[in-house]
Each structure stands twice: as C-alpha cells, then as structure tokens.
C-alpha cells in the first residue's frame, strides 16, 4: 500500500489540471499568497504612511492604484491587506477544521450516546444564523484580529463535523479498521492513524471553500466597524473606507472589492476542483 | 421554467409600472411643502431632558419650547417668554409668559409648566444629564398664570441662558412617573411642529402647527428619515429622497462641485461651535508629568490635521472657544507650536530614552499607549491614524481603538479606564466651563472625567460663572485660555466647519453665526 | 405519519434548551456587567433602581440560577426590557421589526430555489461544457462578491445615474394615501435590489448541490436502463432524474434561512430597511443584552420551525421515510 501512494496522488493532480478552472483558480491563489509575502519588495512605499496633503488621487505611474482618504498608496495596502485577508481566512477555516473533525470523528467512531449528544450540538449550531453569533460576541470582546479569527472558526465547524462523520460512518465497517481492531490497536489509534486520514478528503473541499467564506465574513464586519481595526489594512476595511467615495475615488473601493472577489471565486473553483478529482465515479 | 417566465413578467411590471402615472413619480415631481432631512441615528426618546443624542434632539427642538432661545446672532431672545426682568443684584429672574400659547393638544400653555419642568428637572429620581444648571436655583415660584420667578442664592451668569431648557405639558406628566411615560414616543409640545408618527426605524413625522404664536411654518410637513448608513444617505440626496444633510469634507469639496450639483443644491459652510481635542488620563503618572503632554503637543501637526482629515475646512483650536466668540483669546502665549525637536528635547528632560524598536523607555517601560474614540465618526478615526504616524516618528507607540459610543462611555470613560481619548465637545453659547473642567466634576458620569484638577482653573472658573459683569468674566476666560495652553491637559485639535447641503427648491435660508436652522419655520418652496 | 409527527416535535425540546442556553453562554462571555449598561444612559440612576435590576435579573445569584429564571421568563415570553434609552419591552422591539425580515427573507428563498435548481439541473445536463463552466463562474461570482459594495453600485447605478429604482427605505413617502395596487407596486419596487441581491448571492451553494445530486442520480443503473430502452433524454431528466434528486434537496430549505437571515444585517442597513437585522446590529452594538438574546433566542427558533417544515415537507414526499435525520 505504501509505495503506492505517490501514485494516487499523481493521478489527483493530473484529473485536477484538466478543469482549467480551478488551475486558473490555483494560480492565483499562488500569485497571491507569494505576493502577499513578498509584499515589502513589490511596492516602495509602507502601507501607513499617511500624506495629508495628497489624498484620494487617481491611479498614476506613482501610485498604481490611487491614494486612498488618507493619502496612503492603495496598492501598498491591498497587497498587504492579503496578508490579513489570507490570514484571517487561513487561521478561522483551521480552526473550524480541527474542531469540526474531532467532533466528527468522535459521533462517527462511537455512536450511541456520544453521537446523539454531538449530533444534536451541530443541530442547535446550525440554528443559529452564523453571523449574528459572530456579531454578538466580537462587538462584545475587545476587537482585534485573534478574536475575530477564533470565533469565526469557531462558529463554522458545524458542516465539517457532519462530512467527517459521514465518511467515518461509512469507513467504521471496512475490512482494514475490522483488522486493526482484531491486532488490538487502540480507540484513538484507530481513529487517528486510520480513519482520519480516509476521510480528510471532503474536509479539504470545505476548508477550501470555508478560507473564502472567511474573507467575506471579515469584509462584512469591516463594513460594520467591528472588523480589523486600523491602521493594519485588510481588504475588508479598506473597501469599506472606499465605499463613501464610490462614485468618484471609484479606486478605494474597486481594487480591494475585485481582489476580494477574484480570491474567494478562486478559492471556490479550486474546492470544486478538489471535489471532482476526488469523486470516484471521475475516474 | 414557467417561474422564469414569472419573474420576468414580475420584473416587466415594475418596470412599466415606472411610468409617467405611477404616483412616486407625481411625488417627486411635486415635492410639495414636504421637507425630508436624513439621520444615521434613530431618536431615542423625545422627552427632552431624558435624552442626549442629537437625533432626539433635532426632532424636540421642533416639537417644543423653552422661555428663551438664541436668536440668528446667538444673542437671547424671548420663547415663550415675552419679557424678562432680572433684579439689580442679577440674584432673581421674573419671567413674564406668553399669553394664548397652546400645547398641541389645545391646552393652554401656563407657568404651572414651567414649574414642573423646573421640578422634574431637579428631581433626584429623573434620569437626566440635564440638571446641574437648575440646581443653582434656591427657589421657583409661579405667583400667577403668567408670571415664572427664580431665585439664585448666588450670582449665576449662565442662568438665563439655562431657561432654554424645553418646557413640558404638566397637564400631561404631573404626577406620573416621567419615564414610563407615553410622551417619550408621542410628544406634546408648543412648538412649531406637531408630531404626527414615528415609524420604528423608518421615519418620525411631524405637521406644521397651524396655530403656532410665530405663525404657521411655511413648511407644512417634516420628515426626519432614519438611514444608517452614511453612503446611502448621499446616494438618497442625489436621487431626490432627502432634502438636507450634512456633507462630509470630501463631499463637499470633491463630489458636489459639478454645475449639475450646484443647481440642484445649494451648499453651506461656517464654523460649527463644537471642537475635537485629545484628552489625557490625568490619573496615569504617565501623563501627569507636564512636558510629556506638551511633547505630544509638538510632536502633533494640527495644520496637517485639518487638511488630511477636513481637507482645510475647519481651524486651528488651542482652547475650548469658537474662534470669533466673545470669550475666545486669539492670540495665546503659552500654545505649544508644531515642533518634533523640541517634543523629543522635551521628552529627554522627563527622562525618557530611546530603546529598541525605536520607541522611548522610561525605568524599563516603553512610551506607548492606546487612543480611543467613538465609532461611526470617521473624521477622528482619520484623525486618531494622522496622530499616531507623528508620534510614531518621535518615539511614541501608540494604538487605536474604536468603540461604539454608549459602550465606549460606559464601560471606559466613565470608569477612568482609558489613557487617552479623542472625542469632542460642542461648544455652549455661554463660556461657562464648570462641567468640563472645575475638579468637583470629576466623579463618575461627570465630564472632568481626565481628572483634571487645578485650583487655580477652579478659582476662574467660579470667578468667571459669578459675575454679570462681561469684561471681568472675559478676563476669567482668558486667564483660563492660558493656563490650559500650559498645562496641555487637552490637545485641542481642531474646530471644523459644519457643511450642510439643501435642496435649492428650498427657498429662504439666511445663514447667519447661528448656522442655518435658526429661520426654518420661515423657509418655503416656490 | 402521526407518529412520525409527534416524535419530530418532542426532538425539539432538547433543541430549544440547547439554543437558550448557547444564547446565555455567549451573551455572559462578555466582560461587564447587563446593568452597568441599562443605568449607563440615566447618570442619575439610584442605587435602588440597580438593585431593583438585579434582582430582575438575578445578578445577584450564582450563573445555573440566573440561567433558570431566565428560562422561566422566556417560557412566559417575557424577554424583559430593552436596555436603551426608550426602555421597551424587547418582545415590542422584535414584534415590530420581524414581519418584514421574514417576508424578505422568504421572497429570497423561494427565488432562490426557483432560480438555483433549474441552474443546477442545467449544468448537470451539459456537464464539463462551456455552459457548465460559466454557470458555476456566474453562481460563484454571486457568492463571491461582497454584498454591501454590490448593493452601493447597485443602488448607485439604478438609483442615481438611471433612476428607475428607489434608493432606499422600503416606502415612499406619503404612499399611505395611495391605492393598494400602488402601494404593493411601491412595495415591490422597494424590495427589488436588495431580493435580487440577496438571491444572486445565495445561488452558489444550493445550484452546486443541485448539480452534484443531479448528476449522481443521472449515472444511476436505471437512467442507463432507461437510455438503453430509447426514452427520450427529455422525460429521462425531467421524469425520472428529477423527481429523485429534488428530494435531498427539500432538507436544504430549512438550512439556507439562518445564511439568509444573517446576511439581514448588511443588507437592512445598506437599504435602511427596519427589520430585526438592523434592530440586532443597533442591539449588539449598544450591549442591549434582553434584545441581543431575545433576536438569538427567536431567529435561532425560526430556523428550527424551517427546518421541521422541510422535514415534515421531506416525510410527505417520501413515503419511506420513518424517522427524522441523523
């Protein structure tokens, strides 16, 4: 099984390229994130230095985008406004994934009660609407970007848990977990070392697409003041300060609102990729 | 496919029900002697004396009365009271009222109201913020239907200016418990506008009062519209949903300049009486020591203020007067001038050295602290940013937080939990400063809430409330001017200019140094 | 079915405990103290009344306690008294506000569903075609973009520059005097931008599920059959496949009014609508904490009768079905 394995993997990727979507998808999200790190080296200026006397200029050969309500270069702060973009989506969807995947695997593996108990924990989650949880409990917390990471996550696990225990339920019963119970291995070394890494596949579709619903969720905080505060840029924020001047500093808010867009449609074409590659009935 | 169909068939009607006979469009074309103005906030109870948000106010300010009111000139003018006598030694008042003045409910308007109002005001139990100033009255008497007599135990110079307060309907509130009453979403007032509805989240109207004593306002009906959201506002101007609002600097400067604007609108600017400073926790050693609040001061460009944050409409504050006002000092000696030099010479001398990471270090402990301000104003979260760069480049590290406002008050300002706020005050036709700054006011929900305690300001500031006598009491102020330029307990940034826009189908607006509301019962449509 | 009926509604009591006491977690993570806040706004307020407050609500007992008697409130539906300045019950607050939320709401679902499944059952018809393709982009595109700069260029472009459509608010002024033909019509024309929005943003996740349902039920042994025995493509998909894949499909219904419901929030106060998202987004932010759980407390509930509708909607349609998900 185990020379094996470069081979499945291979044959992912190959399935995956073919969707030139999600490789377009891919693409970005790549130039992204290397852009996002190498932001001191792409643009000359910082992205707080203010120049009250140069505020809201149209985009020039100076500034590529514009200056923004406070004379700062747009394109300097949209390119590390990704980092905290990036990041908020990144740290909330691992959160959501840790916890969503040790509910799962845990209602899943046991059963019975313990399953009841978590399963009826998802229901109630899922009652609520996501945001006004978000909402109540960042406004309440003293607003800083850990919080609003933290409880994004931990407001989204609920979908993870259900595909997680859906697969362990379908796993629970197949010959290799039966053979590793019979060798005497353990609860937890048989739901970590075997069950958990068969059924990490539909969790990579949803973290994937948990990263983009992420970046939306803090934009829309932002548009209500709560999100990342200033002066750190993240695109949330910085189309919501462009969002007074839409009909004449149109840059502000175009710049960021496209980078928003073209990330989480990326992140959404890559899980779909994902998705089909992995579906067996592809092959 | 059928439901596509529909919706297509939905989407034509409204379509066409765009047409020329839809009644919005009749609506718009008319527009009538309606007068829509926009508001971010929703009113939070229209008995006056139990609410401080200026939407509330906005709508009382139609809706009722007090004896006096200032005048286009800010000088004070009968309201509901015709005359006035104040006695030699200024200790009494005697009011004389206004005869055949009717509340909205066909009551006659009496010195019986104005007794309660007085009462209410004053009573432990009312919640309002609005007390302080009737609490100087020894004693109040209403010897006939006509007549209102106060009595001071001591001379008070704002007294008179404090019977501005609106006056309530004691038929309708004497007697029951003021804040559970109906009034507060249903007012009774003598105004020139009678309430009509309030839509929870839509729209307070109110009808023009065809008996009011000044005569009925030409506007026949004002409608105050709730919209949250600033951009949605403009947006509602230009499409002809709202009469009036308030531009923000780079509205007015960048966005209304087209000729297309311009007659369509009509734009308005002077200086608003109001100023946004920088206060320091005077109970933090921190910022006890006076040369790191004069540091700050000089490390601050306020000309660069003004321009990032209002484009350069607004002026240069080094006190808490108006330009131009009778008690304003216009030259101030002891006014830190913009200097980063000497805000780190100054800086040095109270000890603080140049650590790592380019932040000042006393015993150990870095210079750095965090600046809190009230959400849904941008011009200070600007400001608040403009700061922190210049202090970052002198050594200070520094951090914001927005908050919104009742938390922010609550939670933080009352409770001497902060190191340093941007806020602002407005500044009150009276110089009088004893809430702001004398040090008896400086308990919880009191508003010498930096602490500020100096003898001398206190000695001025009695001095200065005490006298009728308008030179002695300049003098007072002036004094005051200098001493709060020296000990900086405040930076006092700006003064900035108010910018309303309106309608030209509005006709009859004569801005004057009350601003532009002063005449709006006399403002008309052709 | 009966029986069915019974046990699906006895399910809901431990859900609505669950939901009471997530709501009372939450609320009470936050630092301070509820009455701190409901005295703020009256500086003058007296000891008394403090004490009067908390013993309304229980501060002064220890947290199972104070858990208890708000429970007991909520079960009388008293959701106590708004901490702001107009002192409102907070059931008032709710009632007033809750009607137009929910029709907004539940205009978006039903197009939502009208629009996303035929959406759906097209790409999975023309799967890994261009149209495919571009379905998915535009459904994503929706889902992608953030609703409040939409809705701003939206409103800018059919508000301002064309002026077909009003801005804001969700009456024009003075339209009580008018006909209930106009007013419907003044309605509707109100509520178009932000419905349309709100489903263009929503379509994403329902025509994808409709998409993948549809085409596993398409590479179904009988479709092939079916094909084999030369039933036209037509009757084979809308017969026979559809019939079988709209069936999962119900059990979304339930799930997609808390997203809509949460998006609320922008759009009520992009439009300036009054409905509970604004009411809450006001709530939250004055630490209102009677009206932040009371909207909790009710839109979770909402959500759970969505979700027994669907369910009992489910059990109708398919006969099989014995008890409840899970």
């Known amino acids: 099984m185990r020379d094996n394995v470069s081979s499945p993997v291979r044959e992912f990727w190959e399935r995956f390229t073919t969707n030139r979507f999600a490789t377009a998808g891919l693409v970005v999200i790549v130039v992204l994130f290397l852009l996002s790190l190498a932001a001191a080296l792409v643009t000359p200026y910082s992205p707080d230095t203010i120049d009250a006397w140069h505020v809201l200029l149209p985009p020039s050969a100076s500034h590529w985008f514009g200056t923004d309500e406070l004379g700062r270069d747009v394109f300097t702060r949209v390119v590390y406004g990704a980092r905290v973009s990036l990041k908020v989506g990144f740290v909330a969807v691992g959160i959501a994934v840790v916890i969503g995947t040790v509910i799962g695997l845990f209602a899943g593996f046991y059963g019975g009660w313990v399953d009841s108990v978590l399963m009826r924990l998802v229901d109630i989650m899922l009652c609520f609407p996501t945001f006004f949880l978000i909402l109540a409990v960042i406004a309440m917390l003293e607003p800083s970007i850990w919080y609003i990471m933290v409880i994004i996550g931990l407001t989204g696990w609920m979908g993870v848990a259900r595909l997680v225990r859906a697969e362990v339920l379908s796993l629970k019963s197949r010959d290799f977990i039966l053979a590793a119970r019979v060798l005497g291995a353990s609860d937890l070394r048989i739901i970590f070392r075997h069950i958990l890494p068969n059924a990490l596949s539909p969790v990579l579709v949803s973290a994937t697409l948990g990263v983009a619903g992420a970046i939306l969720t803090e934009s829309a905080l932002s548009f209500l003041g709560i999100g990342v505060q200033p002066p750190t840029p993240s695109w949330g924020n910085i189309l919501t300060s462009g969002k007074d001047y839409i009909e004449f500093a149109w840059w502000l808010s175009l710049f960021p609102g496209v980078a928003i867009l073209v990330t989480v449609l990326s992140y959404n074409l890559v899980g779909e990729g994902i998705r089909d590659a992995l579906d067996p009935r592809r092959q | ?526 | 079915m009966a029986n069915y009926l019974i046990k699906r509604i006895l399910m809901l009591v431990p859900l609505l405990l669950g939901i009471t006491l997530i709501t009372f977690t939450v609320i009470h993570l936050a630092p301070g103290e509820p009455v701190e806040m409901a005295t703020a706004m009256s500086p003058k307020a007296s000891a008394a009344t403090r004490a009067r407050l908390r013993e309304f609500y229980g501060l002064d007992k220890p947290l199972h306690v104070q858990y208890g008697m708000w429970l007991s409130n909520l079960s009388r539906l008293d959701f106590g008294r708004s901490f702001a300045p107009d002192n409102r019950p907070v059931l008032d607050k709710i009632k007033e506000r809750i009607p137009i939320t929910i029709s907004l709401n539940v205009i978006a679902l039903i197009l939502e569903f009208g629009l996303a499944l035929p959406i759906g059952i097209m790409a999975a018809v023309h799967r890994d075609t261009l149209l495919d393709r571009a379905i998915s982009v535009f459904v994503f595109v929706g889902f992608a973009v953030p609703t409040f700069w939409l809705a701003l260029l939206c409103m800018y472009l059919f508000g301002v520059k064309l002026a077909w459509l009003p801005i804001s608010g969700i009456h024009s002024l003075g339209s009580d005097q008018w006909s209930f033909f106009w007013r419907t019509a003044d309605l509707a024309r109100h509520l178009v931008l932000p419905i349309s929005i709100a489903t263009f943003g929503s379509l994403a996740g329902l025509s994808r599920y409709m998409r993948s349902t549809m085409i596993e039920v398409l590479s179904q042994d009988y479709i092939t059959t079916a094909r084999a025995k030369g039933v036209r493509e037509r009757v084979i998909i809308y017969r026979h496949a559809l019939k079988n894949a709209l069936l999962p499909v119900i059990t979304l219904l339930g799930f997609s009014l808390p997203a809509l419901i949460g998006g609320s929030v922008i759009f009520e106060t992009i439009f300036s609508i009054p409905g509970m998202g604004q009411l809450f987004y006001q709530g939250v932010m004055a630490r209102d904490y009677p009206l932040v759980m009371g909207i909790l407390v009710i839109g979770a509930c909402l959500t759970l009768i969505g979700n027994l509708l669907a369910d009992l909607c489910y059990a109708v349609a398919d006969p099989r079905i014995r008890h409840g998900r899970g």
């Open chain 2, 1 to 526: 496919m059928s439901l596509a169909r529909t919706v297509c068939l939905l989407l034509f009607l409204f379509l066409t029900a765009c047409g020329q006979d839809a009644p919005w469009n009749k609506a718009q074309a008319q527009g009538g002697a309606q007068f829509v103005t926009g508001s971010i906030g929703e009113p939070s109870n229209l008995i006056p004396i139990l609410a401080s948000d200026s939407s509330s106010s906005d709508i009382s300010g139609l809706v009722y009365n007090g004896l006096v009111r200032y005048d286009k000139n800010l000088k004070l003018e009968g309201d509901l009271a015709q005359s006035w006598e104040v006695s030699p030694d200024g200790l009494q008042i005697t009011f004389h009222l206004r005869r055949g003045v009717k509340w909205h409910d066909g009551h006659d308007f009496t010195s019986r109201d104005v007794l309660y109002t007085y009462r209410v005001t004053v009573d432990p139990k009312t919640p309002t913020a609005y007390a302080e100033d009737f609490k100087q009255v020894q004693s109040a008497q209403a010897p006939d239907s006509y007549t209102f007599r106060v009595t001071y135990a001591k001379p008070f110079a704002p007294a008179l200016a404090s019977w501005g307060m609106p006056i309530l309907p004691a038929h309708l509130l004497e007697g029951k418990d003021i804040t559970k009453s109906p009034l507060s979403r249903n007012p009774v007032g003598t105004g020139p506008y009678i309430f009509k509805e309030w839509i929870p989240g839509q729209r307070v109207i109110l009808e023009a009062n065809p008996k009011y004593w000044e005569g009925a306002p030409h506007l026949s009906r004002y409608v105050y519209r709730i919209i949250p959201d600033n951009s949605t506002m403009y947006m509602e101007l230009k499409a002809g949903g709202v009469d009036m609002m308030g531009l923000s600097p780079v509205q007015y400067q960048r966005q209304t300049t087209g000729k297309e604007f311009l007659a369509r609108f009509n734009k308005y600017r002077y200086p608003a009486s109001a100023y946004t400073y920088l206060g320091y926790n005077l109970r933090l050693p921190m910022f006890q020591d006076v040369r790191v609040r004069r540091a700050i001061t000089c490390a601050i460009n306020k000309e660069e203020i003004i321009q990032g944050v209002l484009l350069g409409m607004g002026q240069i504050a080094h006190g808490p007067y108006k330009p131009g006002t009778w008690a304003y000092k216009p030259k101030v000696d002891n006014d830190p001038a913009y200097d980063p030099v000497n805000a780190k010479a100054l800086l040095q001398e109270a000890g603080y050295r140049m650590g790592a990471g380019g932040i000042l270090e006393k015993d150990g402990k870095p210079l750095s602290f965090t600046i809190m301000t009230n959400q849904g104003n941008d011009q200070r979260l600007k400001c608040a940013q403009i700061i922190q760069m210049r202090l970052k480049k002198v050594g200070i590290d520094v951090k914001i937080r927005v908050m919104e406002w009742a938390s922010f008050l609550t939670n933080f300002i009352d409770k001497g939990k902060f190191e340093v706020v941007l806020m602002g005050w407005t500044i009150s036709q009276d110089p009088d400063l004893y809430d702001v700054w004398h040090s008896s006011k400086t308990g919880p929900k009191e508003l010498n809430f930096i602490h500020y305690l100096n003898p001398e300001l206190d000695r001025l500031i009695v001095e200065g409330r005490g006298t009728f006598d308008m030179a002695k009491r300049r003098d007072c102020y002036y004094q005051i001017q200098e001493i709060l330029a020296k000990d900086q307990p405040y930076t006092f940034l700006y003064v900035p200019d108010a910018l309303p826009v309106v309608t030209s189908r509005i006709k009859g607006i004569e801005p004057a140094p009350a601003g532009i509301m002063h005449n709006f019962i006399k403002w008309y449509v052709d």
